[in-house]
C-alpha cells in the first residue's frame, strides 16, 4: 500500500508559491488585515499543481475568524497577484485554498496543560 508523497516538482512549486503569497500578504500590511499578523506556514499542491491548499498562521488568534474572512473575499485579487509572480514558472496559476493553521494554538494548549 503505497502513501501519497508529493513528488519533487509539488514541493517546489509549493515552496516557491509559499515564498511569493508571504511576499504578498507581507505587502498588503497589517492594516489591511485588521491588525493582525498573517503568516503563510505551509502550502501544500494537489498532484496536477491545479489547487494550492494555503495554511496560514494568525496571530492574534482572537483575530483568526475575521482575516480567515478577509482572505476569503480577496481571494481572486490575491490569486491574480500570485499569477504575476509566477507566470514565468507556471502556465496555470493554481486555484488558492486557504486553511487556518492551528499548530501554534495547540504548542500553546500543550504549554499551559504543562504549567499546571
Do not use: C, W
Amino acid at each position: 500500500m503505497a502513501v501519497n508523497t508529493p513528488g519533487t516538482r509539488q514541493l517546489k512549486v509549493a515552496r516557491e508559491i509559499q515564498r511569493d503569497l508571504a511576499e504578498i500578504i507581507r505587502g498588503k500590511g497589517m492594516g489591511f488585515f485588521g491588525g493582525a499578523m498573517v503568516t503563510v506556514s505551509e502550502v501544500r499542491m494537489s498532484p496536477d499543481l491545479s489547487i494550492a491548499k494555503v495554511y496560514v498562521s494568525i496571530f492574534p488568534s482572537e483575530m483568526q475568524a475575521p482575516v480567515m474572512g478577509i482572505l476569503a473575499d480577496n481571494n481572486r485579487l490575491l490569486r491574480g497577484e500570485l499569477g504575476h509572480q509566477i507566470a514565468k514558472q507556471l502556465r496555470i496559476v493554481p486555484e488558492i485554498d486557504f486553511y487556518l493553521d492551528t499548530t501554534l494554538d495547540y504548542a500553546q494548549h500543550i504549554e499551559e496543560l504543562l504549567k499546571k
